[in-house]
Nanobody, 117 residues
Framework: QVQLVESGGRLVQAGGSLRLSCAASGRTFSSYAMGWFRQAPGKERDFVADIFWSHTSTHYADSVKGRFTISRDSAKNTLYLQMDNLKPEDTAVYYC??????????WGQGTQVTVSS
């Protein structure tokens, strides 16, 4: 069983920064890809960024490129999302997820990020 617990979401003003964390436990994640997704009210869950646990290859949604940075600390089994220059349209519940056999199989409970204008 895999457990993912996000934290770090809060209310922030536009132009501000936040760092989200995702603590992973239950399995060894060295061979997995990990991702961040977000879901705004009334919208579908969208991909934000991902990273392979064993190396630093990363991918980002166009809407966050240049503003968000995904990283991981293997020793702490923790995934991060550094979010800079936040915009009101970044308001959403942010989820981390672990990809197993090509599918995001394990999900956290989400953390709310609200960006005020």
């Amino acid at each position: 069983q895999v457990q993912l617990v996000e934290s770090g979401g809060r209310l922030v003003q536009a132009g501000g920064s936040l760092r989200l964390s995702c603590a992973a436990s239950g399995r060894t994640f060295s061979s997995y890809a990990m991702g961040w997704f977000r879901q705004a009210p009334g919208k579908e869950r969208d991909f934000v960024a991902d990273i392979f646990w064993s190396h630093t290859s990363t991918h980002y949604a166009d809407s966050v490129k240049g503003r968000f940075t995904i990283s991981r600390d293997s020793a702490k089994n923790t995934l991060y999302l550094q979010m800079d220059n936040l915009k009101p349209e970044d308001t959403a519940v942010y989820y981390c997820a672990a990809k197993v056999m090509g599918t995001y199989k394990f999900w956290g409970q989400g953390t709310q990020v609200t960006v005020s204008s």
